[in-house]
């Protein structure tokens, strides 16, 4: 089950030349594996990054799997990596109510 949520996420990546990248956005979304983030920058898709969701203090490592240009920025979603799992009962300071409506995921 997806949660909505409207928490900030810091996401760091690498790019092509293996520079340090760096954006902050909006958590659209979060299920047990993976969550959507709206941003103004966004890391490539199938590319890995690291986030941080605050003030949840829930972080960990994904890998992009979809991108979608938005009037907002770009909506990317990412599935969690390194067997990380959400557990919406283990983080109750985070601001989440659901169930989502799930789009579709597109690839650019």
Request: with cysteine; glycine share 12%; net charge positive.
């Amino acid at each position: 089950m997806r949660y909505v949520c409207s928490d900030a996420v810091e996401i760091n990546w690498s790019n092509e030349r293996g520079d340090s990248q760096r954006a902050f956005g909006r958590c659209k979304d979060i299920s047990t594996n993976g969550m959507r983030v709206t941003t103004m920058d966004a890391p490539p898709l199938r590319s890995y990054l690291s986030f941080r969701l605050t003030p949840a203090q829930f972080a960990g490592s994904g890998n992009v799997r979809s991108i979608r240009r938005t009037l907002g920025g770009t909506e990317i979603g990412f599935e969690f990596t390194g067997g990380l799992e959400f557990n919406a009962a283990r983080l109750p300071s985070l601001r989440i109510s659901g169930p989502a409506k799930i789009e579709p995921p597109t690839g650019d």
